[in-house]
């Protein structure tokens, strides 16, 4: 199921890349494993940045604030100015769900993208980060967790 969501989110967000070729994207997903609700003021967080910028006002690439409730996976695009692409750098994207000032889930590594043979079609597999206290808690626990 996962896969065919995956699969026409890249075909709907395909058609944006048709109507707008000069425009490059990163497309995908981002999920998590864990059964839990995040509440309607949970914000998600993407960022692309030059991991090889030595000023980190100029590092950013394209970023993207969203608020709202999640449900895993959730489409993202992620459009960019070619022009700002080094083709030598490495260019890397991270991810986080916050709820307030609480990270939920995070990439646990930058993942590169764009350069350097990196992909710009990506399933982003956010982890689960043990904040204080949830307004809701997990359903289950983790698949292999007691």
Wanted: charged residues 15%.
């Amino acid at each position: 199921m996962k896969c065919l969501f995956v699969a026409a989110a890249a075909v709907l967000l395909a058609g944006c890349v048709a109507q707008y070729p000069h425009t490059p994207q990163v497309i995908g997903t981002i999920s998590y494993e864990e059964f839990i609700h995040t509440p309607p003021n949970a914000t998600l967080d993407i960022t692309i940045y030059d991991a090889a910028a030595p000023d980190p006002e100029k590092a950013v690439l394209t970023q993207q604030h969203i608020i709202r409730r999640f449900r895993a996976p959730m489409p993202f695009s992620m459009w960019f100015d070619r022009a700002m692409v080094d083709k030598t750098h490495t260019y890397v994207l991270r991810a986080e769900i916050r709820v307030g000032k609480d990270i939920w889930f995070q990439t646990p590594e930058p993942i590169p993208v764009i350069t350097l043979g990196h992909p710009q079609v990506l399933d982003v597999v956010v982890v689960f980060q043990s904040p204080g206290k949830h307004p809701s808690p997990p359903l289950a626990p983790p698949a292999g967790k007691p």
